[in-house]
């Protein structure tokens, strides 16, 4: 069975600091992974996804993420960061077998603070 | 284009009666999958539908169902409410089951609040 990660509940950062937010994952096939993000009393908004080709993906309001095979993980990265980027990230994780389209499986969430 | 529409967007309930969510999903989406986030347990997996089919089911207890209709909307019933069914119901819609690689649109979704 796929599952997703997210060792850190929360994640705090200065404002222009580099920020990483960690994931992990476990699948059977191949993995397609997804960055969301969500602010208060609002659904999910789509980042970024990794499906396949390069390892370092870019996606909306400046975030990135790397994926990374023999460490399973997909980490959420941004090189500067800003105090409107506090909020909730989640990431997920889609297992890609023969014949079978499995569902969409989210980490638990990391919330991250950006610091003024 | 229209994104994802969730009705109501607040219900409070009390335990033992049942109640319906609605979601409409963005024109010319034809998969639907349902949510449950709460606080302790994040974001579980309810159940996707297709094409009126139910295609996946997470590991809910058999007072929740769904449905889809022809036109893609969907609804999702939870009967017998518990105080622990509390929680936001989000819905959303991707392209097309098989489309594995296109992402998920959520809604705003439904809070709701069972006393």
């Known amino acids: 069975a796929q599952s997703v990660a997210q060792p850190e509940d929360q994640v705090n950062v200065a404002e222009g600091n580099p920020l990483t937010v960690k994931c992990t994952y476990s699948v059977s096939g191949n993995p397609y992974l997804f960055w969301y993000v969500q602010y208060p009393n609002r659904g999910l908004q789509f980042l970024l996804k990794y499906i396949t080709g390069d390892n370092l993906v870019k996606g909306s309001y400046g975030f990135e993420a790397e994926f990374n095979k023999s460490q399973t993980s997909f980490h959420l990265k941004k090189p500067s960061a800003l105090v409107s980027d506090s909020a909730l990230y989640f990431c997920?994780?889609?297992?890609?077998?023969?014949?079978?389209?499995?569902?969409?499986?989210f980490g638990k969430g990391t919330r991250l603070h950006i610091l003024p | 284009k229209a994104g994802v529409t969730q009705t109501p967007r607040y219900l409070i309930k009390t335990r033992g009666q049942q109640v319906t969510l609605s979601c409409s999903p963005i024109?010319?989406?034809?998969?639907v999958s349902w949510y449950q986030q709460t606080p302790g347990q994040g974001l579980q997996f309810l159940f996707e539908?297709?094409?009126?089919?139910?295609?996946n089911k997470g590991n809910f207890p058999g007072r929740f169902s769904g449905r889809q209709f022809s036109n893609s909307r969907s609804e999702m019933n939870v009967s017998t409410l518990e105080l622990g069914d509390s929680a936001l119901y989000l819905c959303a819609s991707s392209l097309r089951q098989g489309a594995a690689n296109t992402e998920a649109f959520f809604g705003q979704g439904t809070r709701l609040t069972v006393v």
């Open positions: 024109s010319g989406h034809r998969s």
């Open positions: 997920a994780v889609r297992d890609i077998r023969r014949n079978r389209d499995d569902k969409i499986i």
């Open positions: 539908y297709f094409s009126e089919t139910q295609r």
